[in-house]
């Protein structure tokens, strides 16, 4: 899953390196202790801790390092939605070309022409 999202955010924001991530099972949260032991069986207090140890290791990276602000996010999130927008725009028109390119060579062979006569031949329709 690291690895899956760390590829997302390569893909979105462009950067080159791995982000440390953590992942938090809000079922934890939401369920009782008998309903945890029913999802999770013997391995209820295995994820209650790791649970546990989630939301402290987010409250003490929150603790030990400084807030910043988020200045101009929207503009820079529709600058990256208008630039996945022209790939997908580029995306789809290379593959109509291609698509297009094949056309004319079924459409080429399906006239048979070998040499210069043939061509003329099946233009002048002699």
């Given amino acids: 899953l690291t690895s899956s999202v760390n590829s997302l955010l390569r893909s979105v924001l462009g950067h080159d390196h791995d982000c440390q991530c953590i992942f938090i099972d809000n079922t934890v949260n939401m369920c009782s202790e008998d309903e945890m ?3 999770y069986g013997a391995d209820a207090s295995t994820v209650i801790t790791a ?6 290791s987010v409250a003490r990276f929150a603790s030990s390092h400084t807030a910043f ?21 580029e995306t ?31 233009l002048w329709g002699d």
């Avoid at 649970?51 to 402290?56: C, G, H, L, Q, T």
């Avoid at 929207?74 to 990256?80: D, N, P």
């Avoid at 028109?93 to 297009?100: D, F, L």
């Fill in 37 to 39: 032991t029913e999802l």
């Fill in 51 to 56: 649970f546990n140890e989630a939301i402290d």
């Fill in 69 to 89: 602000h988020c200045r101009d996010i929207e503009s820079t999130l529709v600058e990256r939605d208008v630039g996945r927008d022209m790939m997908e725009r």
């Fill in 92 to 122: 789809a028109a290379v593959a109509e070309g291609s698509r297009a390119f094949k056309s004319l060579l079924q459409s080429w062979d399906a006239l048979d022409i070998e040499d210069q006569e043939d061509l003329e031949a099946n």
